[in-house]
């Protein structure tokens, strides 16, 4: 059969986060912390919303670009949050989560052999949609020391003829970092003097713990060159109902639904009134749960400092990168390891690039109680291996 496959999809890795999941789900007392997804059920009020547009019958296809109202709503939101305006009618378009959006977004601009800047350790879903485009990727390896953000030197020295695009991924899975203001300028007097697109994968906008997030989209001169890429799965606790949405200039955006038409459709329509009712109602929810990871995520960086484990102090999303070097094993050997012999499953840095090598992802999107087992395991795990 392997003749009748594409050499490019056979080249591509599988994702490293789904290995440790799949050991992790057939043992048993285990604790995994590994999936970037809330422990939180969808606020009730947004799943009645579901629930009734099913009742009433709601099922039918929408546009192609989704629903009207929720398209309105998604534009409100945005100026009410991050005071960016956009026109609901043709520079928004709803999508199957927020991957389809970085997936069409990338093949409504890419031409063959075009350039994708990819800063990591990042989601990993850039690189291999880039190369689906048929794009060529130019990855940035983002530091430690510099709290794993992009500086606008990084982004110069990578930039070529060939450069068509940007992917900013901040705040950012799987480190945290963010990108404050005053960074987003340097960057963007770069992009504007180069003449680059960005695509700006804000995700995890609304779970920010030190300033409150900035979008590239707001610095003067950016939105016009801007795909804002958001949506509901981290935010609202909303993984399964599968909606993202893209923002921006209408010219991409009308390439963007015409891939989307072809290949999906429309968004579920359920999904959408249920995301209707969470843009109106929905900012205390957000709230609360954002309060309880923040908790999640001091009680983490506490514990590593107490134990004397390296890592950076994060302020965005839902995970903390901590520092495993001293260790003297890559990250892979070191999440293995830790796994069969503690029960506690992270995940290897080195799946969000190579500079990963030497970290490991942890998610707080689990419960506190959990949280302090595992950290208690992992003290264990490091105190014989500092004692070996």
Partial sequence: MRKFLSDTVVNIKPSGIRKFFD??????????LG???????????????????FERGKTFYTSNAGLKDLRVEIANYLKRTQNLSYNFDNEIIVTVGGSEAIDIGLRAIINPGDEVIIPQPSYVSYEPCAILAGAK??????????EFRLTAKELENAITDKTKILILPFPNNPTGAIMERKDLEEIAKVC?????????DEIYAALTYKNKHVSIAEIPGMKERTILINGFSKSYAMTGWRLGYACGPKEIIQQMTKIHQFAIMCAPTI?????????KNGDKDVEEMKQAYNQRRRFLI???RKMNLDCFEPYGAFYVFPCIKEFGMTSEEFATKFLYEEKVAVVPGTAFGDCGEGFLRISYAYSLENLKIAIERLERFITKLRNS
């Fill in 192 to 200: 504007i003097e180069k003449d680059i697109l960005v695509m700006s």
């Fill in 302 to 304: 506490d514990s590593f």
């Fill in 23 to 32: 050991i992790v789900s057939e043992m048993k007392d285990a604790i995994s």
């Fill in 35 to 53: 999936v970037g997804e809330p422990d939180f059920d969808t606020p009730w009020h947004i799943r009645d919303e579901g629930i009734y547009a």
């Fill in 137 to 146: 990727p130019v990855i940035i390896n983002l530091k430690a020391e510099n």
């Fill in 271 to 279: 999904s959408q009134y249920a995301a209707i009712e969470a843009l």
